[in-house]
């Protein structure tokens, strides 16, 4: 079985609506979560209460700035969501619009956020506890911390569990809609492909290519002082230096990485260059394979970057493939994925134990077109599996037993039988540009979805936010 598979945004494009509340995208970014409140920004889009022209009283902030079929837009929704918006920004080296050109746009997302909320709600469309507890976990270990060294980072922001919780089953919610109204209406053709093709041979540059970078991140703390900035950025060069003499990579990046992907070499993964950040791509444009760029500056600190492979399709590109096997337990009315994660886990048990051998429990349990096969998968290289199970899998050693593991098709628990490098066919490299095509797609075919669904939305548009 193969699972349709999309780039990290598929789970991390939700989350990054909590702005900074995560840093999701911290082993492409280098984002990470706040080293303290954002004081400055908060100061600047504060305000415990506004003038109202003609009256010598003030006005409350919290006040309804806009209702969605019947469901209110606050004002305080609204300046929370731009100060967190705005740091985000900062954060990546952008620059954070006007404040009025902000509160619009936010306004705007809010909007859409409810319009679709309200729709998976309507659809029934429901987020498991354990889910949510699992999505938690998943964050924290994206930005090297534990759960409870998280939960303490963002109560020094205000930020309760219960909120991010709630903000964080609201961002799946979207994600699980947005699979059920969007993802199916999208196919690629052979044609589809030919088209791609095309139309990247005519660029002739580095966005037709496919790359696979090491990362060595050394992080700065928000407003830092200049003493600071300059100890990480000597940090960085020394880290640069080793690596041009000759030190191994992986142990440079064991030994100075912030990143999260640290703990594994600092390899960022094969994909098309224009799925990495463009402050990467634009810096290894002209460098060849094996070479070394940087130190980079970027909003959250200084990246050190390694060409590991990089190639044009036809070209001999080398891939890491996992052979692999899985339960898979569809939830329903019956069967939350609560109560799934607690079968598989006692699978899990018994395999350990020696009690049972997981391609039994495979043909006798999975509720996935492998079991007849005792859950075995094949050999697969990068992008054939969604985000959250390709994650799981790439932490697993041969032979391990993953906990249970949430996807959009339920809950799995897996196995990596093996591992190896395999050098791909130029037709296979062919199909992996199928998920590129279809990423592609799926932005366009969501576009027109979202608009549908604000069309469809009965909005009035009440005081402007302050």
């Known amino acids: 079985m193969r699972f349709t598979s999309l780039t990290p945004r598929t789970f991390a494009m939700g989350l990054v609506c909590l702005a900074s509340f995560v840093a999701v995208g911290a082993q492409a970014q280098g984002l990470r979560l706040s080293d303290g409140p954002n004081a400055s920004l908060s100061r600047a889009l504060d305000g415990s209460a506004r003038a109202v022209p003609g009256n010598t009283g003030v006005r409350s902030a919290d006040f309804i700035v806009a209702v969605v079929n019947s469901e209110p837009v606050t004002n305080n929704e609204v ?21 009025d050109v902000l509160a619009r746009e936010v306004l705007e997302r809010l909007i859409l956020e409810k319009a679709q909320l309200q729709s998976a709600r309507e659809q029934g469309i429901k987020v498991d506890d354990y889910a949510v507890d699992q999505a938690a976990q998943n964050v924290a270990r994206q930005n090297s911390l534990t759960l409870e060294q998280m939960q303490a980072r963002l109560s020094a922001d205000g930020i309760s569990p219960t909120r991010f919780r709630e903000e964080l089953r609201n961002q799946m919610l979207l994600q699980r809609l947005r699979e059920r109204e969007v993802d199916g209406r999208v196919r690629v053709s052979e044609l589809d492909i030919d088209q791609y093709l095309q139309e990247q041979r005519k660029t002739g540059d580095v966005a037709s290519m496919t790359l696979n970078l090491g990362h060595v991140f050394i992080a700065v703390p928000e407003n830092a002082s ?50 990495y950040p463009e402050l990467f791509v634009r810096a290894v444009a002209s460098t060849p394979q094996n070479g070394v760029v940087g130190p980079l500056r970027s909003g959250a600190g200084f990246h050190v970057l390694k060409v590991l492979e990089k190639s044009q399709l036809g070209a001999a590109t080398v891939v890491t493939q996992n052979h692999a096997r899985h339960i898979l337990l569809r939830p329903s009315d019956q069967l939350t994925e609560g109560k799934a994660a607690a079968l598989l886990a006692d699978y899990r048990r018994r395999v350990q134990t020696g009690q049972a051998r997981f391609e039994d429990l495979a043909r006798e349990h999975s509720q996935d077109g492998s079991a007849k096969e005792g859950g ?38 897996i196995q990596l039988i093996d591992r190896r490098q395999a050098t791909l066919t130029p037709r296979e490299q062919r199909e992996s540009l199928r998920n590129v095509v279809r990423e592609q797609k799926l932005e366009k075919a969501y576009n027109t979805w979202i608009q549908e669904v604000r069309g469809r939305a009965y909005v009035e548009y009440r005081d402007p936010p302050q």
Request: aromatic share 6%.
């Open 79 to 99: 300046r929370d969501r731009m100060s967190r918006v705005a740091q985000s920004i900062a954060a990546q080296g952008g620059q954070v619009p006007s404040k």
């Open 226 to 275: 200049p003493a600071v900035v300059a100890q990480r950025e000597a940090r960085a060069r020394e880290a640069l230096e080793k690596i041009r003499g000759g030190q191994d990579f992986s142990a440079v990046v064991r030994d100075y990485s912030d990143a999260a992907e640290a703990k594994d070499g600092g390899a960022l993964g094969l994909r098309s260059a224009d799925r």
């Open 376 to 413: 075995d998968l094949g050999w697969a290289g990068p992008g054939a599996f969604v985000p959250e199970f390709e994650e799981v899998l790439r932490q697993l050693k041969p032979g391990e037993v993953s906990e249970p593991v949430v996807s959009r098709f339920g809950v799995h628990l």
